[in-house]
């Protein structure tokens, strides 16, 4: 099927581990992005990648580095997991960055965080 | 800056009944203007847009007008099902030099009763 998709679905751990949560879309997109869900529903984008290259960036403490090996992949890798990095995280693409219109994002299914 | 405001939920409602979700912005520029939704345990999907001012976005039975000079987007449906029992996320998109920003409101969780 052609999707976003995100792996894992749910993950629990500790305060203090490191982990990683990993996005792939077959879509053919060239912008892909990652949103933070808090325990409100309050949705806020933190980073996005164009054609690898990062073009968002917002505000995320340096203990969360994304990295985009290709187009059709963006992982989010958190360092020194804390408790307020609970939440679900969410992966969307979209065609292009929308010079002059906006282009459709497309969101994958979420991973829900829970740091102990 | 940029922000979305929508109404505060619950909504609850009886199936049929008409249903309006509140949404107001600020934004400098001309933003587009999104409604997701949200179905329990799934990510979102894009319910209707509208690029510019008096557009009207419509589906599956929503519609919602870009009104410049109230700077609103209220979300309307004439009769709601249970089916349509979700979170709805009003999101704006500023014009900021192409990049293809989402910036969302708290989101209205609608619940409709049989």
């Known amino acids: 099927d052609t999707a976003v998709s995100q792996t894992p679905k749910y993950l629990v751990t500790q305060m203090g581990n490191d982990k990683s949560i990993k996005c792939e879309q077959n879509?053919?997109?060239?912008?892909m992005y990652w949103y933070k869900q808090d325990s409100k529903k309050f949705l806020k984008i933190m980073f996005s990648y164009n054609n690898k290259e990062l073009i968002i960036n917002e505000t995320v403490p340096n203990r969360f580095s994304p990295k985009s090996p290709d187009k059709a992949h963006l992982n989010l890798h958190i360092n020194s997991l804390e408790l307020g990095d609970s939440a679900v995280y969410f992966c969307?693409?979209?065609?292009?960055?929308?010079?002059?219109?906006?282009?459709?994002?497309?969101f994958g299914p979420g991973t829900r965080l829970t740091v102990l | 800056g940029n922000s979305v405001t929508q109404m505060e939920g619950p909504v609850t409602l009886s199936e049929e009944a008409f249903l309006t979700i509140n949404c107001t912005y600020t934004a400098t520029g001309y933003p587009s203007l999104f409604w997701y939704v949200q179905y329990p345990g799934e990510g979102l999907q894009l319910l209707l847009k509208a690029t510019k001012a008096d557009d009207k976005g419509s589906n599956k039975g929503f519609e919602a007008t870009y009104r410049k000079e109230t700077t609103s987007f209220h979300l309307e449906k004439g009769s709601v099902q249970v089916s349509d029992s979700a979170v709805y996320f009003c999101?704006?998109?500023?014009?900021?030099?192409?990049?293809?920003?989402?910036?969302f409101g708290a989101g209205t969780r609608l619940a409709v009763h049989p």
């Open positions: 969307a693409s979209s065609q292009g960055v929308g010079t002059s219109g906006y282009n459709e994002q497309f």
């Open positions: 999101a704006l998109s500023p014009y900021s030099g192409g990049y293809n920003k989402l910036i």
């Open positions: 879509l053919g997109h060239d912008t």
